[in-house]
């Protein structure tokens, strides 16, 4: 079965940085786009970057986190990475990945097949 297991949640301090992993089974990996939404409390989930399918495909980002978060996606591993540096405090959210297949990276929820079941990031000020 189809499953997607995020990792690399944690508490940091404002100015520092976290390593998201989202560990993909159970489909045709590069066949899908990947994306990381995030949802914060009393929040609606929203998008934070995406990677369109295929061998490398195209990343896609929020305004919010351009410049400072990195998308980037191993085929092989059958792993999507989000490399987070300069973190602030509104960066805090449970952080989810998600799968489209054929997807070209896009920014509605309603597109993504496939969720994980998420991971907490904390940026302390």
């Known amino acids: 079965q189809v499953q997607l297991v995020e990792s690399g949640g944690g508490l940091v301090q404002a100015g520092g940085s976290l390593r998201l992993s989202c560990a993909a089974s159970g489909y045709t990996f590069s066949s899908y786009a990947m994306a990381w939404f995030r949802q914060a409390p009393g929040k609606e989930r929203e998008f934070v970057a995406a990677r369109s399918y295929g061998s490398t495909g195209t990343p896609y980002y929020a305004d919010s986190v351009k410049g400072r978060f990195t998308i980037s996606r191993d085929n092989a591993k059958k792993t999507v990475y989000l490399q987070m540096d300069s973190l602030k405090p509104e960066d805090t959210a449970v952080y989810y990945c998600?799968?489209?297949?054929?997807?070209?990276?896009?920014?509605?929820?309603?597109?993504?097949?496939?969720w994980g079941q998420g991971t907490q990031v904390t940026v302390s000020s």
């Open positions: 998600a799968a489209d297949r054929y997807g070209l990276g896009n920014r509605d929820s309603l597109r993504y097949e496939y």
